[in-house]
């Protein structure tokens, strides 16, 4: 197993990490802004059985890919410092879509998921603010996006951006503060630090699903954690 997160994550959601697999810690100089440089939702984007990632992503994280040997593509869109170049790939992919702002993904994105519906959504940073659990249901820090799902009859409940941290930032996202492995949603942080935690646990626990809080302290958007099996 690999797992892919934010190198600036505290030692000890790191360290709790270490439990359930090798921890690759990404960071990039001057492709995109600080505040998301090592955001692996930025990056790359997990797919079923694939990984899509940036072509100058940082030759670290292709280098590990093959090590573990990650099945992965090099996308053809270049990341910039300023958005829109930064969201290409900042979409959300399931068994049955792909979700993301129309005019803003990836050609290599779309042909690899010509198969499934696109749901379009305004909101170009769509994994920031979007979680897939593994039921098919969704987390989303954007009313926009729930609006949009909500229409498709796909179920998706909202969650308040408030509380969570980022560098350089008024806040950061909700689905930047997670990740999903099977059963099991990964915080960084914990949900006592979080104004709607309590509501977040019961609808994780009514879902059967399991709470790791990687450590004590406020909800930290890191752009998400990655979970990649060979």
Known sequence: ????????????????????????ELHSKDIVYDS????PDVFLLQMDNLVMIAPN????????????????????????????????????????????REGF?????????????????????????????SDGSFITSDKGIEKSLLK????????????VLLDGQEYGFIGGAMGVYHNKVFIIGSLAYYHE??????????????IIELYNGPLIDGGGVFFLES
């Not at 998301?36 to 955001?39: D, E, L, P, S």
């Not at 009859?153 to 909202?158: G, R």
């Not at 935690?197 to 399991?210: A, C, P, V």
């Open 57 to 100: 992503a940082p030759i670290e994280l292709k280098e590990t890919l093959k090590k573990h040997r990650i099945p992965f593509l090099i996308g053809k869109t270049k990341l910039g410092n300023k958005f829109p170049d930064t969201a290409y790939y900042n979409a959300v992919s399931t068994p049955d879509y792909i979700i993301h």
């Open 197 to 210: 935690g309590d509501r977040l646990s019961n609808l994780l626990s009514s879902k059967n699903m399991e």
């Open 36 to 39: 998301i440089q090592g955001h």
């Open 152 to 163: 498709k009859n796909i179920e998706a409940h909202y969650f308040s951006s408030e509380d």
């Open 105 to 133: 993904t990836d050609s290599c994105i779309l042909h690899q998921n010509e198969k499934k519906q696109f749901v379009h959504v305004s909101q170009a940073y769509t994994r920031c603010n979007l979680l897939s659990l």
């Open 1 to 24: 197993m690999l797992i892919i997160i934010d190198s600036r994550l505290p030692q000890k959601a790191k360290d709790s990490l270490e439990e359930f697999g090798d921890i690759f």
